[in-house]
């Protein structure tokens, strides 16, 4: 579920976008700047990172959820469980969001 806000921000810079498309304008194509292949590393090792971060967030929530259960408290690890998973989203989008955006 998106936000109002949200959805209407991608719509704005898609139909500007658009414009200036249908104007003529016409937009770069996506070129690595020389000398960037070095952050493009690091960016990469960071997605990782963060992929296996998440993986991690998950396994710990849900064996935390398996003890809790036990104990009769399972419900109240669900709402990490769900902290968790839209961290994993927010993370996954980032990049389809910024090309939107661009």
Known sequence: ???????A????????KDTL???GIKVPAPVQPPGTAGLLTVLGWGAWLVTLACIGGIFA???????????GEGSEAVGQLG???????????????VNVLL
């Open 61 to 71: 929530v849900a064996g935390k959820m398996a003890f809790a259960h036990r104990r």
């Open 83 to 97: 902290w968790v998973m839209g961290g994993c989203v927010l993370i996954a989008a980032a990049g389809p969001i």
């Open 21 to 23: 498309i249908l104007a």
């Open 1 to 7: 579920m998106s936000s109002p806000a949200l959805t």
């Open 9 to 16: 921000t991608l719509s704005a810079a898609r139909t500007v």
